[in-house]
């Protein structure tokens, strides 16, 4: 142990830096890929190199560390990939924006030279989020940090695009995609984020060709109508069936478009006429695609509209072109109705504006033939999710995928490596390496889509010279833990990629993450402005009781109510176990060298006890975590720490500090070291910090650092009976300690105890006598079966025993009568107002809900107080 004394109190600041500098300095972050111990790795969910943390960030990185720190002192070979995403749009949006503030535009420069400034700006701000994932305590192999930018990453990206290429599973088509008008580029569903709008639905009259009659349609976009190309009906809708086949002659443009029937229509929902337009919306496309139908598309990259509408409607941007459709639809009285209508409207998460579904030649990726071994690796249990219930979801979405668009018009990013030639446009050359005259081809200039990019991840990692050896020794990962809003975009992919280029999953568990929200039950988002800065909450309670605090607050698979009071408990906790360490330090001499090994001695109940609880609380504590429980877990720690060790065995602990025996003493000393370390080392995971340095001053000589101590193993000093006697010990002395308390008897004086009860009982209370004299200030203890209450006693029952303490001379009891009977009164009163309060039905009927719930709850808690000071006031009759 060591000689210098704790702190009077806890300063995260005075420990964080100095215990994460030492760790760093000792190597102990760091994996050997030539290490004959078993291994264990997790490669980090690359957050965007734009990233700054956030109170998810600590969620998730927390989770990852604690299976990390934990592996490492298993003795496993612990390796923890950190890094990076080059995240395209992201950062391409930003450092667009960046120039803009300068003057200068991107399309005034060359790809060269914008990328030289990306380059720039990434080297300035792209690592601020690995400093702040230091600054939590990530225990991250800081050498095999990686970017998926980096040299060796991007060649592994396009020798996946070339085999996949070679092996016909990527092409070139026109399709409809999800376009971002601000950055004129296709982008993911994930880059959408739908808001509600208050808009309107336009309902408009199409004339049928070669007749006086009209269908109704409605539509939230009326610039759209000028590339309808068809009026979908339901094929048994007997209000339409004899027009399918005819046409209608589309107003503003007077093209001929056909009527037909499609099961897809609704003929409940509005007028039960679908305008069509293939070129602008997902299900037309796949109608269109049906039917045969023409594709317009009507609008430049810009949402602008283009030359394939009438010529006055040329150049105006869609809010215009909406405008001047509207208008003169009224003129030509083609105008049947205007509703206001709430829509959903896709915008572009960069972007900020509403996205577009527009026809794009892209590259597309096949997913059929990938989708196969991915679907089964789950199916049949290789790969475990937790929580178990998304694996229905993954199976909906990979059972209904799509090909997957993956190219972006772009600059930031992997350039798509597929060359054309100058002079003969149908000749393509695709490689890494690009052809070996490339001044006579041009390089596709799109790239590629991040998520084909960052899908290689688990793999791409050890990309470099030691690549063989590395996936040898850490391929495949042990866990994964990320976000369940990316299980399709990033999770469903890296399986494939798994089997696609190792045949073999790239990891055995996945851990979904909860979604963390307000107390209001509002999604944590900074556009909210409720999701705090994580560094002011390190700054307030601490890192270490940000993590534990945050993860006591997580329950598998449920939303995440993030509160400020459950990182209080976690500081609570932190200074609750420091003070407890701190006494137990106090009382054991500088120099003492005499721990006892405990096995070999015949100990006494609380010793059984505290060692049997500490026993089980292993065994709890390591059943939780290999569930992926993980607040579970943090909670089987706090109730062991602070209520079975801080609050009963160091109170005991403390008569054998004060005491004369000296054997006694020097046991007690020697159990509490045990539950320290023990505690500290479970601890450890959650609670790096504290733990390490609370570990420096109690490691016994010659100890190594905690990070790098053995994970504490199941014990065999379980004692249920031992745990048995001790609980009814614990109810005596609680219930004797409340008596005292409810009838005033001031802490200085000691109460005789009188108990009517069995002889075995009776012998119970013999052999612990000293304790409960001890520990609830019991002078003298009669006890026999045919014993008399004696008059003016507080009573208690526990486990059969009638226990009474007589008041006379503790205190004055015509007092506490007195005041007993004031109290009465005024909770009579009390309760009186709020009855009033709950039976008006005025009250009842204005009054908002917290209040009403307020008042129910102050009714409750006075209508047990009184019960309460009732019976107390019986005892003293």
């Given amino acids: 142990m060591s000689s210098s004394t704790l702190e009077k109190a806890y300063n995260p600041a005075n420990v964080e830096d100095k215990w994460y500098d030492h760790w760093t300095q000792q190597g102990y972050f760091h994996a050997d890929e030539s290490s004959e111990k078993e291994s264990y790795t997790i490669v980090i969910p690359p957050p965007n190199v734009t990233g700054m943390l956030t109170v998810g960030h600590v969620l998730n990185n927390t989770i990852q560390d604690i299976l990390i720190r934990k592996a490492r002192m298993e003795g496993k070979e612990a390796c923890w990939i950190p890094g990076t995403d080059h995240a395209s749009i992201a950062t391409e949006s930003k450092v667009v924006a960046m120039l803009q503030e300068k003057g200068i535009k991107k399309s005034d420069l060359s790809r060269e030279e914008f990328l030289e400034y990306v380059w720039e700006w990434k080297e300035k701000y792209g690592g601020i989020i690995i400093r702040q994932l230091k600054k939590l305590g990530c225990s991250c192999d800081w050498e095999r940090e990686r970017f998926t930018m980096d040299a060796d990453y991007t060649k592994s990206v396009l020798s996946a695009f070339v085999k996949l290429y070679e092996k016909d599973l990527i092409y070139k088509g026109y399709r409809l995609v999800n376009w971002c008008p601000v950055s004129k580029s296709a982008i993911s569903d994930e880059e959408v984020i739908h808001q509600e709008v208050n808009g309107h639905l336009w309902h408009f009259r199409y004339p049928i060709t070669n007749s006086n009659d009209v269908l109704i349609v409605a539509t939230t976009r009326p610039e759209t109508m000028l590339g309808d ?17 005819k046409t209608v002659t589309l107003p503003l443009v007077g093209r001929e478009i056909p009527i037909i029937s499609d099961d897809y229509v609704d003929p409940e929902f509005g007028t039960g006429c679908v305008k069509v337009t293939p070129a602008h919306d997902l299900n037309d496309f796949a109608m269109g695609e049906r039917h045969e139908l023409e594709f317009i598309n009507i609008m430049n990259d810009d949402a602008s509209l283009n030359s394939n509408v009438p010529e006055k409607y040329v150049g105006l941007s869609r809010e215009d072109g909406r405008k001047a459709v509207v208008a003169d639809l009224e003129s030509a009285g083609l105008i049947d109705k205007i509703e206001d209508y709430v829509n959903q409207v896709g915008y572009s998460e960069r972007g900020q504006v509403p996205i577009e579904f527009y026809m794009s030649e892209q590259w597309f990726m096949k997913m059929e033939e990938l989708v196969k071994p991915a679907l089964d690796a789950v199916n049949n249990g290789q790969i475990k999710f937790h929580p178990e219930h998304w694996t229905k979801t993954y199976n909906h979405w990979m059972g209904n995928i799509k090909d997957w668009c993956i190219s972006r018009q772009l600059w930031w990013g992997h350039q798509i490596p597929v060359w054309t030639h100058n002079s003969d446009p149908k000749k393509i050359h695709v490689s890494v390496e690009g052809p070996s005259d490339p001044e006579n081809w041009t390089q596709d200039p799109d790239v590629l889509d991040t998520w084909a990019s960052s899908w290689l991840w688990p793999i791409s990692v050890h990309s470099g010279p030691s690549e063989d050896n590395n996936l040898k020794k850490f391929y495949p990962t042990d866990a994964l833990v990320t976000g369940p809003d990316i299980i399709f975009f990033w999770v469903a992919r890296m399986i494939m990629t798994g089997y696609e280029f190792m045949d073999e999953l790239p990891f055995k568990d996945v851990y979904f993450t909860s979604i963390l929200r307000d107390e209001s039950g509002r999604k944590l988002s900074k556009s909210l402005g409720n999701s705090p800065n994580p560094f002011d909450l390190f700054d307030e309670f601490g890192t270490d009781a940000v993590r534990f605090g945050t993860m006591l607050m997580a329950p598998q698979g449920l939303d995440v109510l993030f509160s400020k009071d459950r990182l209080e408990i976690g500081r609570n906790f932190m200074n609750k176990l420091w003070n407890a360490c701190r006494f137990v330090q106090m009382n054991i001499p500088e120099n003492w060298d005499n721990e006892i090994d405990l096995d070999s001695k015949n100990l006494e109940l609380p010793e059984k006890w505290i060692l049997s609880r500490l026993s089980k609380t292993i065994d709890d504590y390591n059943r939780q975590l290999d569930r992926f429980h993980f607040n579970e877990a943090a909670k089987v720690l706090y109730e062991f720490t602070w209520s079975d060790f801080c609050d009963w065995y160091v109170e005991i602990a403390k008569t054998r500090f004060y005491g004369d025996d000296e054997s006694k003493t020097d046991i007690a000393r020697s159990v509490a070291l045990k ?203």
């Fill in 229 to 245: 190309t068809a009026i979908a009906v339901h094929p048994e809708d007997t209000r339409f069936k004899h027009l399918i086949g």
């Fill in 675 to 877: 539950c320290i370390r023990t505690v500290l080392a479970l601890l450890h995971p959650y609670s790096p910090f504290i733990t390490e340095e609370l570990w420096d001053h109690f490691k016994q000589t010659g100890s190594s650092d905690l990070i790098i101590s053995p994970w504490p193993k199941s014990e065999s000093s379980q004692n249920e009976s031992a745990e048995s006697d001790m609980t009814l010990l614990k109810e005596i002395i609680t219930s004797l300690r409340s008596i005292r308390a409810r009838m005033n008897v001031p802490p200085s004086k000691f109460s005789d105890l009188v108990v009517r009860c069995d002889k075995e009982q009776q012998l119970f209370l013999k052999s612990h006598v000293d304790l409960l004299k001890q520990l609830s200030r019991i002078g003298e203890l009669s006890a026999g079966e045919s014993i008399e209450k004696p008059s003016q006693s507080a009573t208690a029952v526990v486990g059969g025993m009638e226990m009474y303490i007589p008041l006379g001379g503790l205190v004055d009891l015509d007092q506490e009568k007195a005041r007993m009977e004031k109290r009465i009164s005024e909770i009579n009163r009390l309760v009186t107002g709020i009855n009033g309060k709950l039976s008006n039905e005025n009250f009842i009927n204005r009054a908002p809900e917290n209040v009403i719930e307020k008042e129910k709850s102050n009714l409750e808690k006075l209508t047990n107080e009184f019960e309460k000071v009732t019976a107390n006031l019986e005892m003293l009759q």
